[in-house]
């Protein structure tokens, strides 16, 4: 990778939100169109990824740029990808392979990455602190605290070519890492790009007091 192509990724992974091709102009002091063919290349590499802003009056929405996740290698993705693309072809039930190989993964993640907490913390609220350190960017809605916005997504190329698969190896992870807690996971949903750059996960245990 280049010295620029590299310095840009550095600073998309230092924004807290994703950003417009003006304002990463403004940051790395590239022409427009240079900015344009770096960030067409870390897409395909599964480095970034893009989702199109909220609409505001007339013309088409802007795109928005993000790192995704904490940089998943090309060769991560490459890989991620075939085995999606294995279990959606071999498996007799690939959506519910997919869950229970996220099953398997959530519980390894939470092995991987405690998180800091008391005794009086929730499960659900440990695994929204898990989904954070994994590159999902979560947001809970206030008004609707069962409900969470996945604002970021690791493998979001491959989840466009395959969702079922991917989606349904996301919703396993939610579910494995709350059985990790001792938590019953009965009633997670996640609603795969319910908006713009966004999936919609729901934690019904999240409003458990």
Not at 31 to 56: D, I, K, M
Not at 72 to 100: F, H, N, R
Not at 150 to 172: F, K, M, N, S, W
Request: a neutral charge.
């Amino acid at each position: 990778m280049s010295k620029s192509r590299s310095t840009l990724l550095e600073q998309l992974r230092a924004q807290s939100t994703p950003v417009s091709i003006a304002a990463l102009v403004e940051l790395s002091g590239l022409h427009e169109n240079t900015l344009r063919e770096h960030l067409a290349s870390l897409v395909r590499r599964g480095l970034c990824g893009r989702q199109q802003s909220n609409p505001s009056g007339r013309g088409r929405p802007a795109w928005l740029y993000y790192a995704t996740g904490r940089g998943a290698s090309s060769e991560y993705a490459g890989l991620a990808a075939t085995l999606a693309m294995s279990i959606a072809t071999t498996s007799a039930d690939p959506t519910g392979t997919a869950v229970s190989a996220g099953e398997h993964w959530g519980r390894t993640l939470v092995e991987e990455h405690p998180v800091a907490s008391n005794a009086s913390t929730r499960a659900a609220a440990k695994v929204i602190v898990l989904l954070d350190q994994v590159g999902y960017s979560p947001q809970v809605d206030r008004a609707h605290p069962t409900q969470v916005r996945l604002t970021r997504c690791p493998l979001l190329e491959i989840a466009y070519r395959q969702p079922d698969v991917v989606c349904a190896v996301h919703l396993g992870l939610v579910r494995g890492a709350l059985m990790a807690h001792d938590e019953d996971p009965e009633g997670i949903e996640l609603q795969p790009f319910a908006a713009p750059g966004v999936c919609l996960l729901t934690i019904p245990q999240l409003a458990e007091r």
